[in-house]
């Protein structure tokens, strides 16, 4: 069966790129609060969330990567085109605007019968698909289907069974199951810095190890975990 993982890295758009409206309601609730100290406060911690939502943020870098073949690809926005490769030759990196990395993901994914993701059913896959309708795109497939269906394994909610326990974050997981972590060197909130100082190819590498960490912990979880026939 082929199974593709992918991940995606997002940045959130500046404020002012939002209409008085808009501001307005998002910043509605930083003016509740009783004094200017902590309105400022509230306004930096929901600025800093930007980056969380598809109508506040735009993909920087789509990561994805085939299984059984350890090969990839990413996508990734930069103001120029470049290609290139990494040093073992496995991940395929290209870059692009958001429109062209985003229409490019719906292609490649199209033809796979299994998707894996680290809370991709919370995050990656309805920021894919609402970001892809904000910019007009049609996506291919539809990334989110039913909950218990396996045409999406989402790892977080297989290793909490379906929010039965707690959940940890990915970097504890590979720890936990002795798998190289991405997450030791960098972390998502870093990426809107490293955008704007235009280290566009380190934001596509970190999603690149993203993808290959999600990839092993799907082998361990496959291994060890699943039951299916």
């Known amino acids: 069966m082929a199974q593709l993982v992918f991940d995606i890295e997002t940045v959130g758009m500046p404020l002012e790129s939002f209409d008085e ?8 609730w930083a003016e509740r609060e009783e004094t200017p100290e902590l309105q400022q406060r509230k306004r930096e911690e929901i600025i800093s969330q930007f980056n969380l939502y598809p ?27 470049e290609s290139w490769r990494s040093e073992d030759g496995l991940i395929e990196y290209e870059s692009g605007s958001e429109i062209e990395i985003l229409r490019r993901f719906w292609e490649d994914v ?9 809370n991709g059913r919370s995050f990656d896959g309805p920021f894919l698909l609402l970001r892809s309708a904000v910019l007009g795109i049609k996506p291919t497939r539809n990334l989110m289907p039913s909950r218990f269906d396996t045409e999406h394994i989402d790892l977080l909610e297989q290793l909490t069974f379906h929010g039965t326990i707690r959940r940890f974050s990915l970097d504890f997981y590979c720890r936990a199951f002795g798998i190289e972590s991405p997450k030791g060197r ?10 704007a100082e235009g280290k566009y190819r380190e934001i596509a590498q970190y999603c690149a190890d993203d993808v290959r960490a ?8 496959r291994e060890l975990l699943s039951f299916e026939e």
């Not at 960098?186 to 955008?195: D, E, T």
């Not at 999600?214 to 979880?221: D, F, G, I, N, S």
């Open 110 to 118: 199209r033809p796979y019968k299994q998707l894996i993701t680290f």
């Open 186 to 195: 960098l972390s998502g909130p870093q990426i809107n810095q490293l955008f």
């Open 21 to 28: 409206a808009q501001q307005q309601y998002l910043l509605k």
């Open 55 to 81: 109508f506040t943020a735009q993909i920087v870098a789509i990561g994805m990567l085939n299984v059984e073949s350890h090969k990839g690809r990413v996508y990734y926005q930069a103001p120029t085109k």
């Open 214 to 221: 999600t990839a092993e912990l799907y082998r361990r979880w």
